[in-house]
């Protein structure tokens, strides 16, 4: 999914930059163009005739041309403006009459430079042995006289200009364009791919934990869910009994709901807790009071493991937090202390306040956390022991939700472990005074 929509976005990205590379070059290339051209028609504009006293008479010159038997005079000016030019002057029919040129060329070519010329529009190139020239047909009717007196009507005059240093400048700056367009779109397109993928990567991390997430808490359901299905089935088969006679059933399957319950309230706390729109209800509140109050509410527990409970809580200090996500949170770390505490074991909680933060301790005997499970305990639905996945045990929820929180709360949370010795989990909230 995220490859194709990377894959999108490179696409849009590199159709806007060949766009952009194409309007720019696209608009140096007309003016270069423009300016040439002008440049051109202007020089076109300017051949004009040689005077006739300059030009040789070639009538009566042997010729092996189609237009041979006709009289043309021929003239070799010197060179214009160092560009190859010239000049033909033809009668309403299209005969040549008259030709000056700069140029040194075969007959037939002239001929076929006029015909064409006049076929061909008024203005326009033409591409006459091996070179381009650009051409422009006017109608100057005029008469002529030749050396021998006789006179002829000239009617069109056709101007030829070299253009073929131009054409050629213009290809160039084509093919430079092609080149360096296409090394630049090679390297926008590495570019872009290297910075797409890495500003996808997070994006690919969240969802592949989103879908991990929702994986594992189907999984949690099912359990339950089987414990529940199959104890119906059992009452199913047992209809005539009484319920009383039945209870074994009824309360696996409370266990099954309680389960589920547990589970459902687990996952939404981490939802809410993970929602960054909630806002996190700051209010002043005693947090000695709640860590004391809470240790007292746990006391069977603590008799019915044998556990012997000591604690340093300084009095009465105000903190201004979310009184329930604090409550949460120490709430998730004693119920571990107390899960996982060996029977005849000890816990001991301390509560004290620094400079501009308090620190929450809560350090139980037992047989601790393996160093490899360290950096794992703080994900979700992780459990150290999974050998332990009787009622009591829980989802590996609750320490996903105390991290949560501590982050919300703006503070840190760390874990310490001997194994086989003790474990302890210390929260900091910062600025809380
Ligand atoms: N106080 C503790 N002592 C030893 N191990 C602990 C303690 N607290 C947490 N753990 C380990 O971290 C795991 C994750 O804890 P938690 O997220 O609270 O999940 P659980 O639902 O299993 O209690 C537990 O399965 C346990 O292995
Ligand atoms: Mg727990």
């Not at 590199?14 to 608009?27: C, D, P, Q, R, W």
């Not at 010159?61 to 030019?85: F, R, Y």
């Not at 501009?356 to 305990?377: F, H, L, R």
């Amino acid at each position: 999914v995220f490859k194709k929509l990377r894959n999108k976005f490179l696409m849009l990205n590199m159709v806007i930059t060949s766009l952009v590379i194409l309007a720019a070059f696209g608009v140096i290339y007309a003016t270069t163009y423009t300016n040439m051209y002008k440049e051109k028609l202007r020089k076109l504009n300017n051949i004009v005739p040689v005077p006739m006293a300059k030009t040789d008479n070639l009538a009566d010159a042997p010729s092996n041309s189609v237009q041979g038997e006709q009289n043309i005079v021929k003239s070799k000016p010197p060179m214009l403006n160092s560009s190859l030019a010239f000049l033909i002057r033809t009668d309403f029919d299209g005969t040549v009459l008259l030709i000056d040129s700069f140029v040194e060329m075969p007959d037939q070519i002239y001929y076929d430079a006029a015909s064409y010329a006049l076929q061909h529009g008024k203005q326009s190139t033409v591409k006459l042995a091996d070179r381009y020239w650009m051409y422009s047909v006017t109608q100057t009717p005029e008469k002529l006289t030749n050396a021998d007196n006789s006179s002829r009507e000239v009617y069109y005059r056709i101007a030829f200009l070299d253009i073929t240093d131009s054409q050629k400048t213009l290809q160039d700056l084509r093919v430079t364009f092609l080149a360096v367009s296409f090394i630049l779109l090679v390297v926008i397109y590495y570019i872009s791919r290297f910075y797409s993928n890495r500003s996808i990567k997070p994006i690919m991390e969240v969802w592949e934990n989103q879908r991990q997430f929702i994986a594992d808490a189907s999984h949690e359901l099912k359990t339950p869910l089987s414990i529940i299905t199959a104890n119906y089935d059992a009452l199913l088969a047992n209809q005539n009994e009484t319920i009383i006679s039945q209870m074994e059933w009824l309360d696996y399957m409370k266990i099954g709901t309680e389960r589920m319950d547990k589970l459902i309230n687990d996952l939404l706390a981490l939802a809410k807790m993970e929602n960054v729109s909630i806002m996190v209800d700051k209010a002043p509140f005693n947090i000695s009071e709640i860590v004391i109050n809470l240790m007292a509410t746990m006391e069977a527990v603590l008799r019915e493991k044998e556990i012997t409970l000591t604690h340093s809580v300084e009095q009465n200090i105000m903190i201004n937090s979310d009184c329930n996500m604090v409550t949460q949170l120490f709430t998730i770390l004693y119920d571990n202390a107390i899960k996982y505490s060996d029977t005849n074991g000890s816990i001991d909680v301390t509560l004290k306040k620094s400079k501009n933060s308090i620190t929450c301790q809560v350090k139980n005997s037992g047989k601790g956390i393996a160093p490899q499970d360290i950096p794992k305990i703080f994900d979700r639905f992780y459990r150290a022991d999974s050998s332990r996945t009787g009622e009591n045990s829980g989802y590996g929820l609750g320490l996903s939700i105390a991290k949560t929180i501590v982050k919300r709360l703006g503070g840190e949370i760390a874990v310490e472990s001997k194994e086989n010795g003790w474990t302890i989990f210390t929260f900091k909230l910062k600025d809380m005074l």
